[in-house]
């Protein structure tokens, strides 16, 4: 089945955003099937709301809130987008924004203890509605596996080109930023250092492990702790963790700290022993052969490659 895509037009909505997501996504469609790209093309919905969240007919893969160009920021008094919003994550679809579609998207409650990016004229603001999320408007896009935020208006042509890394691969997106006169720079990065889980498998119970674990992978985690999070016995969690994500437990754990340990590298000064504590590795000795098997670099030497010129 074709990855299905929907861009919600709510009201405020940046008109010139919900139309351009739509053409990048459907340029990259049609030149990954002129490149003979594996799978099909993307299946790209904008999503009206006239008086509240739109009926769907299945379920979406990635779900995009636009940026909000009306006076006043973007709210859910009555909450019914939020709980619409929560439903579509409960099922497995990645949840995106941009600029202060970040708003819409932290009144879910599903940003709480995450970090989150928005334009950074609007960090105050943010900050003070949403204390309990870690945000960080230096950043252009913070991509955290199941919730992916991008910063200014137009990093919607960022957000876009990494949803097509995401779903049609790196040789499409360059296609995609060639066609369009866009310069993709540092955003070929973006296929080396994220981690893109599989989330759209259909089994509940161990979404909810894989939600549970974008949060606490950095704490001592077993897997009696990820099927307790599952809701599932030991055994049963074990053999349906791998069918759902086609990786073992700890292996997809490893994965997870490793991404994360790659954008402490890229983006901050921490030491290398530094990083690896807070990624979860107690021995760092570990925690850089792991990185070494699953990368080819050392973390030294990714830093070097990959840290961006001052």
């Not at 299905?4 to 997501?21: D, E, F, K, S």
């Not at 439903?87 to 679809?93: I, K, M, S």
């Not at 549970?212 to 599932?232: E, F, I, N, S, Y």
Request: proline letters at 6%.
């Amino acid at each position: 089945m074709n990855p299905r895509i929907g861009i919600l037009h709510y009201p405020g909505a940046q008109t010139a955003a919900v139309l351009g997501l739509r053409d990048l996504l459907e340029t990259a469609s049609r030149l990954h099937l002129e490149l003979g790209g594996k799978g099909g093309a993307l299946d790209v919905r904008i999503l009206e709301m006239p008086s509240g969240p739109p009926a769907l007919d299945g379920p979406l893969d990635a779900l995009l809130l636009p940026p909000h160009l009306g006076q006043d920021l973007p709210g859910d008094p009555g909450g019914h987008l939020s709980a619409w919003l929560r439903a579509r994550h409960r099922e497995g679809t990645l949840l995106c924004s941009v600029c202060a579609g970040a708003f819409l998207l932290a009144e879910t409650g599903l940003l709480a203890g995450r970090p989150a990016t928005t334009h950074w004229a609007l960090k105050a603001s943010f900050a003070e509605r949403f204390p309990e999320v870690r945000l960080d408007t230096d950043r252009l896009i913070v991509d955290d596996g199941d919730l992916m935020t991008a910063g200014g208006v137009m990093a919607w042509v960022d957000l876009g080109l990494r949803l097509v890394v995401r779903f049609l691969g790196p040789a499409t997106m360059l296609a995609t930023a060639r066609q369009l006169l866009v310069d993709p720079g540092g955003r070929e990065q973006s296929f080396y250092s994220t981690f893109a889980p599989a989330l759209g498998h259909g089994d509940a119970a161990v979404l909810k492990a894989q939600q549970w674990l974008q949060v606490h992978c950095g704490d001592k985690v077993d897997v009696p702790g990820m099927a307790a999070a599952a809701r599932l016995g030991e055994r049963t969690f074990l053999r349906r963790f791998r069918r759902a994500t086609g990786m073992r437990p700890g292996e997809y754990l490893q994965h997870l700290r490793i991404g994360k340990a790659r954008e402490h590298l890229e983006r901050s000064g921490l030491s290398i022993d530094e990083i690896a504590w807070r990624v979860g590795y107690q021995d760092t000795g570990a925690f850089r052969r792991t990185f070494q098997r699953l990368l080819g670099l050392a973390p030294g030497e990714y830093r070097r490659r990959f840290t961006p010129a001052p």
